[in-house]
């Protein structure tokens, strides 16, 4: 399909000077090159920036992939040696540009452009400008044609997307802000606060923001009130929740806020985002009026979760506040704690507990019942491992040993392994099947002043101590590494000989 003539009347026919000085001076910046050859002992060079012959002016010859400045121009450049083959020295580029419509002076166009150089011929370079990609923006519409090489035309896109992230996501991508705020001074997009979105990630070229503005007059006045983030979530393709009404009249309806809730939410400590007037906004559906601190504490996820609870989401959400003030260390977000309590539910009908009673189902600490139940369910689910570990703790406990202020015991069920990981934060509890099935022995270390407090953790092989794990996995202490030391020579090797002998 070729371009239509309508389409194709608000661009402009040939390429300007300041496009050309564009991508010579700012694109093609670092792709300058002078190109030397010695002839009769004098080494001339010739500028591919400033087209120049002259008798280079040094002392020592130049060489090949040298950086010099040229005595010419002054501008920066690598010497290339011009007797070397150059079917390699090709540089390219992806250029956005923008224009002003030819016909309507309230619409913009800009340029999708593949730029190249060659210097094969390195007397006679020429820029080669190819068009990619075509876009037209006015108020209330946009349309992008992008040309199809493979098939020699060109084809009308659906949604406005980005060739820097497509076509030629390979190509590094050039736009100068200079260039877009010439196009826009004296349009509907003058103001439309482009440069808030100029160093989105992804969105550099601008073309989804002037879809996004051509589309949306409230672009504007959303940005300005402090609502930037809503504007990147719609241009990356992120979820707004529904919080915005983009068509809204009034910025009210577009916010779906009042005007004392718009001044509440700056004076307040927050950072407008769609997470937060989600929150906010699903609370107040169901009743519930909390400031937008509170909201802010609270996410997205907790609200999706809550809602599938089946509960008043108003009295969770009290509830999951109240936890998370008394156990903000357990609980890094809120929806953690609609998981907890979701699973603290299901635990607590296995072990024939009554949820329909409120202070079963929502006791005052959830941390707390949480690990409760879930110490009784594995206590319920291990009866097997823990009754082999007993029958093997008579033989491991002749083992025990105490010296200075350590003492080493075997592990007395799958239960203490399990609280012994939570405590250190490693994965010990991972060990109980093998420990009762005789794999492995696991032993734990305690200060004889605090024994019922973790401290380290042994696991025991043939008489060799195979690892002693602290906290978070970390190694032993001086003091720990004597005890290991002196409990090895006194138990595990008087162990080994006394098999010995009695062999």
């Keep these: 399909?070729?371009?239509?003539?309508?389409?194709?009347?608000?661009?402009?026919?040939?390429?300007?000077?300041?496009?050309?000085?564009?991508?010579?001076?700012?694109?093609f910046y670092e792709s300058r090159y002078v190109f030397v050859k010695t002839v009769k002992g004098i080494q001339h060079g010739y500028?591919?920036?400033?087209?120049?012959?002259?008798?280079?002016?040094?002392?020592?010859?130049?060489?090949?992939?040298e950086t010099w400045t040229c005595q010419h121009c002054a501008s920066p450049i690598v010497v290339k040696s011009a007797g070397r083959g150059r079917k390699n020295l090709f540089t390219e580029a992806y250029v956005v540009w923008y224009e002003k419509s030819q016909v309507d002076p309230e619409t913009i166009v800009a340029m999708g452009l593949h730029v190249t150089r060659d210097y094969g011929d390195y007397r006679n370079v020429k820029t080669m400008f190819r068009e990619v990609s075509m876009y037209l923006f006015e108020p209330g519409y946009s349309e992008q044609r992008v040309y199809n090489g493979w098939r020699d035309e060109w084809s009308k896109l659906k949604k406005i997307r980005s060739e820097s992230t497509g076509l030629m996501q390979y190509k590094g991508t050039f736009i100068s802000h200079e260039n877009v705020a010439t196009t826009v001074q004296n349009t509907p997009f003058q103001y439309s606060t482009w440069e808030s979105y100029k160093n989105l990630y992804g969105r550099e070229d601008l073309v989804h923001f002037f879809a996004l503005a051509a589309r949306y007059s409230c672009i504007e006045y959303l940005t300005k009130i402090g609502f930037r983030k809503f504007i990147e979530a719609k241009l990356t393709g992120l979820r707004t929740y529904g919080t915005i009404n983009w068509n809204g009249k009034t910025l009210e309806k577009v916010i779906r806020l009042s005007k004392s809730e718009l001044k509440q939410l700056k004076r307040e400590r927050v950072i407008p985002r769609p997470e937060l007037l989600y929150v906010y906004q699903t609370l107040k559906k169901h009743g519930l009026s909390v400031s937008f601190e509170t909201a802010d504490l609270l996410d997205d996820l907790f609200i999706e979760e809550a809602i599938k609870l089946h509960e008043p989401l108003d009295f969770v959400t009290k509830y999951a506040l109240k936890q998370r003030s008394k156990s903000l260390l357990a609980y890094h977000s809120t929806s953690s704690i609609i998981r907890d309590l979701r699973d603290y539910w299901q635990e607590a009908e296995e072990l024939g507990l009554d949820v329909t009673k409120d202070?079963?189902?929502?006791?005052?600490n959830l941390q707390k019942a949480h690990e409760d139940t879930s110490r009784r369910i594995k206590i319920k689910v291990d009866e097997k491992v823990n009754e082999q570990i007993k029958k093997r703790l008579p033989s491991l406990e002749k083992y025990s040993f105490t010296q200075g202020r350590l003492h080493i015991r075997p592990a007395a069920s799958s239960i203490e392994l399990f609280d012994e990981g939570k405590a250190l934060k490693h994965c010990v509890g991972q060990y109980a099947k093998r420990y009762a099935e005789g794999d492995t022995d696991i032993y734990v270390i305690r200060k004889n002043d605090a024994p019922h407090k973790s401290y380290f953790t042994v696991e025991i092989q043939r008489n060799r101590v195979i690892q002693c794990r602290g906290f978070r996995n970390c190694n032993m202490t001086k003091e720990v590494a004597a005890f290991i030391e002196a409990f090895e020579l006194e138990k595990l090797k008087r162990r080994k000989r006394n098999r010995n002998l009695s062999a």
């Design 1 to 27: 399909m070729s371009l239509d003539p309508e389409f194709l009347a608000h661009f402009p026919k040939e390429v300007s000077q300041e496009l050309v000085d564009y991508v010579r001076d700012i694109v």
């Design 47 to 65: 500028c591919s920036h400033c087209e120049k012959d002259y008798m280079i002016d040094q002392l020592q010859p130049l060489k090949h992939n």
């Design 359 to 364: 202070h079963i189902k929502y006791p005052n």
